[in-house]
């Protein structure tokens, strides 16, 4: 069956500006999470999904970050006046609800901020 | 909050060589334990995971890992190592009831025919 998939693969943007970061989980998959990993680090939280709504966001790194689950399957994982430190690979997973369930990874998105 | 540290960043060995890399992991209560691997070009996928039972744990192409709660350890071993083994192998940990995983900063393991 399909995996999770993220779009884009590659993201450029300019510092300053607006992006969005898409993440499709595996059909059926109630919990959706967002990671993002910096070079030579592993993944670190940003925000977990239980259905439509955020059950855990204390991973945001500040308030430029916004995530969205409207419909409780894709989410959008939004970036406002983006730094060059927000520079990295952001991965979505998705598990099949909550506690001890194995999260599945998405291949990611490379976000590169000029 | 939890935190994960993984040692030996950079691991290269021969083909048949055995491997260990060690997982220690900060946090007092109850704990899932997972190790993670990304094969170049690929994205993560789980090697293997324990939640309770049986400390040593049994995973994929091998590999297998061993919680000592004492110790705060999840170390991963595999007794001879093939090219194919190339790759990153990360660590990670979430508390029972909690989510959100803490990761290593994993190991980059290179594998030499």
């Known amino acids: 069956g399909a995996g999770v998939s993220q779009t884009p693969s590659n993201k450029v943007t300019e510092k300053g500006k607006y992006v969005e970061l898409r993440c499709d989980p595996i059909?059926?998959?109630?919990?959706l999470y967002w990671y993002r990993q910096s070079l030579g680090q592993g993944p670190e939280f940003l925000i977990y999904?239980?259905?439509?709504?955020?059950?855990?966001d204390s991973g945001l790194p500040n308030d430029r970050f916004f995530a969205v689950r409207p419909e409780g399957s894709v989410s959008t994982l939004k970036i406002q006046r983006t730094e060059r430190g927000d520079s990295a690979v952001y991965l979505c997973?998705?598990?099949?609800?909550?506690?001890?369930?194995?999260?599945?990874f998405g291949p990611g998105t490379r976000l590169t901020v000029l | 909050a939890q935190s994960v540290s993984q040692h030996n960043h950079h691991v290269i060995l021969s083909e048949a060589a055995s491997l260990e890399l060690g997982c220690n992991y900060s946090?007092?209560?109850?704990?899932?334990l997972f190790w993670y691997v990304q094969y170049p070009g690929q994205h993560l996928q789980l090697l293997l995971k324990?939640?309770?039972?049986?400390?040593l744990v049994k995973g994929i192409k091998g590999f297998e890992a061993e919680f000592i709660k004492s110790k705060f350890s999840f170390n991963l071993r595999k007794p001879s190592v093939q090219w194919s083994d190339t790759a990153e192998y990360f660590c990670?940990?979430?508390?029972?009831?909690?989510?959100?995983?803490?990761f290593g900063k994993g190991n980059q393991v290179v594998v030499i025919p």
């Open positions: 059909s059926g998959h109630t919990a």
């Open positions: 999904f239980q259905g439509t709504g955020a059950a855990d």
């Open positions: 990670a940990v979430n508390a029972k009831g909690n989510n959100r995983l803490a």
């Open positions: 324990y939640f309770s039972g049986d400390p």
């Open positions: 997973a998705s598990s099949l609800g909550q506690n001890n369930n194995e999260q599945f």
């Open positions: 946090y007092g209560g109850t704990v899932n």
